[in-house]
């Protein structure tokens, strides 16, 4: 940011940080505790069971309902209120009173470009994916993302970044990798779109130049999702899309759904533009398939 209300020591951005992955550490320990309620029967029925694993490289966490557990977490960590309120990790009431600002959710890391948490995107019961963090003196959310830690050993083995909507799709998309040969790292972008930063932070983090994008739900939804193709093109420089009515997390319900789904992936045709100002996802302009070679060619 750029207002000098906002400038902050490096001394005071190493404790905003350490607030976040203290937090983190918190919201993750509260849901491998948890013996019930809607957290777990959402994780069961989005069959992503294996984040109630401690060895899960998806960290999830919950973030749960009660005014002051991360307070009272965070000050037995020696934490003051103010670097709460700083790391917007907390609010003050209208009484004076330092409150949780994220409850009753299911929660999940953002990291920056050196992978370390700084804020977070929540799951409510509703099944909606939100950023929960805002602007604050130390990160934009503009500038993380989640996924690359969780699977930075599937990109560092030359995985293809496969953009979705739901973080749980993303899951959903590592899992079915795990499962085959670790072709594909599936990355959420929450609704948000992706902004210039967090397409350079993705590359940065992969071996090759192609990208994929799935377009589900309606055209409304296709159009919002497939927004940011311009900024994924000017670090990739092979842009793939896929359209298809069935999310990630419905092909991993399926018999047979990893290996469907990368099919999928593996034929999804090149993008060459993307019509903006009011243009519907069909007029999304993909490669025409090569022609046929014919005879003793």
């Given at each position: 940011?750029?207002?000098?209300?906002?400038?902050?020591?490096?001394e005071?951005?190493?404790?905003?940080?350490?607030?976040?992955?203290?937090a983190?550490?918190?919201?993750?320990?509260?849901l491998?505790?948890?013996?019930?309620?809607?957290?777990?029967?959402?994780?069961?029925?989005?069959?992503?069971?294996?984040?109630?694993?401690?060895?899960s490289?998806?960290q999830?966490?919950?973030a749960?309902?009660?005014?002051?557990?991360?307070?009272?977490?965070l000050?037995?960590?020696?934490?003051?209120?103010s670097?709460?309120?700083?790391a917007?990790?907390v609010?003050?009431?209208?009484d004076?009173?330092?409150?949780?600002?994220?409850?009753?959710?299911?929660?999940?890391?953002?990291?920056?470009?050196?992978l370390t948490?700084?804020?977070f995107?929540?799951?409510?019961?509703d099944?909606?994916?939100?950023?929960?963090?805002?602007d604050?003196?130390?990160?934009?959310?503009?500038?993380?993302?989640?996924?690359?830690?969780?699977?930075?050993?599937?990109?560092?083995?030359?995985?293809?970044?496969?953009?979705?909507?739901?973080?749980?799709?993303?899951?959903?998309v590592?899992?079915?990798?795990?499962?085959?040969?670790?072709?594909?790292?599936?990355?959420?972008?929450?609704?948000?779109g992706l902004?210039?930063?967090?397409a350079?932070?993705?590359?940065?983090?992969?071996?090759?130049?192609?990208?994929?994008?799935?377009l589900?739900?309606?055209?409304?939804?296709?159009?919002?999702?497939?927004?940011?193709?311009?900024?994924?093109?000017?670090?990739?420089?092979?842009?793939?899309?896929?359209?298809?009515?069935?999310?990630?997390?419905?092909?991993?319900?399926?018999?047979?759904?990893?290996q469907?789904?990368?099919?999928?992936l593996?034929?999804a045709?090149p993008?060459?533009?993307?019509?903006?100002?009011?243009?519907?996802?069909?007029?999304?302009?993909?490669?025409?398939?090569p022609?046929?070679?014919?005879?003793?060619l």
């Amino acid at each position: 940011m750029n207002d000098p209300g906002f400038a902050i020591g490096m001394e005071e951005r190493r404790r905003l940080l350490e607030a976040n992955a203290s937090a983190a550490r918190f919201f993750r320990r509260e849901l491998l505790r948890a013996t019930g309620g809607w957290p777990l029967e959402y994780v069961k029925d989005a069959r992503i069971e294996q984040v109630l694993s401690v060895d899960s490289t998806w960290q999830v966490g919950y973030a749960p309902p009660t005014a002051t557990a991360l307070v009272d977490h965070l000050r037995a960590e020696k934490f003051q209120h103010s670097t709460m309120v700083r790391a917007g990790l907390v609010a003050w009431t209208d009484d004076g009173e330092a409150v949780d600002r994220f409850q009753d959710q299911l929660v999940l890391v953002t990291r920056d470009v050196q992978l370390t948490p700084t804020g977070f995107v929540g799951i409510g019961s509703d099944g909606q994916a939100r950023l929960l963090d805002s602007d604050t003196g130390f990160h934009q959310p503009s500038n993380g993302l989640v996924g690359i830690h969780e699977q930075i050993d599937l990109l560092r083995d030359g995985a293809i970044p496969v953009l979705v909507e739901h973080p749980v799709d993303a899951i959903a998309v590592s899992n079915m990798s795990r499962q085959l040969d670790g072709q594909w790292a599936g990355i959420p972008v929450c609704g948000a779109g992706l902004s210039t930063a967090q397409a350079r932070m993705l590359r940065k983090f992969s071996l090759g130049d192609q990208a994929i994008v799935i377009l589900t739900g309606d055209d409304h939804h296709q159009k919002l999702t497939s927004g940011y193709l311009l900024d994924l093109a000017l670090y990739y420089d092979r842009i793939r899309a896929v359209l298809t009515p069935y999310s990630p997390r419905t092909f991993e319900s399926m018999d047979g759904g990893a290996q469907l789904m990368d099919e999928l992936l593996t034929t999804a045709r090149p993008v060459l533009r993307y019509r903006f100002g009011g243009a519907g996802p069909s007029e999304l302009i993909l490669d025409p398939e090569p022609p046929d070679p014919g005879p003793g060619l």
